[in-house]
């Protein structure tokens, strides 16, 4: 049995841990799973201070790793919406 990938905001939350410092200075970049495997690997990053995060860090990045997100139980890709035929 395989595990699922984990969530961003919990991904965050062990770097933080593992990196003594606060999760709102660290932002997971890119997250993929190994195809075939229960393995998953990305990049994440950790910043000196809330200033450098509003500098440096594009606002998709910063929407993707908020809490209030994965809480509500949101899709890391947006649905694509379908056209209705007329008529």
């Known amino acids: ?42 990049d994440a990053e950790v910043y000196d201070s809330v200033e450098d995060v509003k500098i440096l860090i594009p606002e998709h990045i910063l929407a993707r790793n908020q809490p209030e997100r994965h809480k509500a139980g949101g899709s890391a890709t947006p649905k694509k919406k379908t056209k209705q035929k007329k008529g």
Do not use: C, N
């Open 1 to 42: 049995m395989t595990a699922a990938t984990p969530k961003l905001y919990d991904l965050r939350k062990q770097v933080a841990v593992k990196y003594a410092t606060d999760e709102v200075l660290v932002f997971v970049r890119s997250l993929r799973t190994l195809t075939g495997t229960s393995r998953a690997v990305g």
